[in-house]
């Protein structure tokens, strides 16, 4: 009987260890896949963030070319004014001048100068006829672009000045005299009758 109640509380007890030993593996597991899951949680809602931000971020619009207005497409496509026949020369001399000489600008002038005076006519002459051919080239791109962009006409107070100024001290040099003429305009301008005025207009 000994040995029977022997064999039962050996069994007991390993019975009780494989329990003891079966919940502690599942209290690892179950602490294992929370304290996964508590340190995964952060970051698969940080990546989730990002693609949602990544999703939802708009789309910076393009930016919109700035249209020129009438003035700043006339004073654009006004053709330049051709160089002179020295400012010609002047472009060949500094191509063969020393690189010291082309460094200083007042230095590359004088010796622009000195050989200009010096070059022989029909140099010169070469010059003067490229000279002759960009004008012409200007001319005709002048004519089109006053097509283009016709002069505004002068209203009745424009005209009225334009033809004071011909009898006027508004084309002396001493600025004195040029402001006090410009004073003693407006005030003629400012006397006349509205029907005065008027006949500026068609005049």
Known sequence: MFSTYKRYTSSAIL??????RAFTRLSLSTYASRSFSSCTAPLLKEE???????????KKPAKKEKKLSQLQLKRQEKPKHPPSAFALYVRDFTKTASP??????GELSKAASEA????????KIKYEAMNKELRDDYKVKMEAWREKYP???LNAYQKFLSEYLKNSS??????????DAFKDAVKQWKSLTDDEKAKWKTA
């Open 116 to 123: 200009w005076n010096n070059e022989i006519y029909a140099n």
């Open 100 to 105: 010291e000489t082309r460094s200083n600008i």
């Open 15 to 20: 019975g009780t260890q494989s329990l003891s």
């Open 170 to 179: 508004l084309k002396s040099k001493d600025s004195a005299e040029r402001k």
């Open 48 to 58: 989730a963030t990002k693609t949602t931000k990544k999703t939802t971020k708009k």
């Open 151 to 153: 002069k505004r006409p």
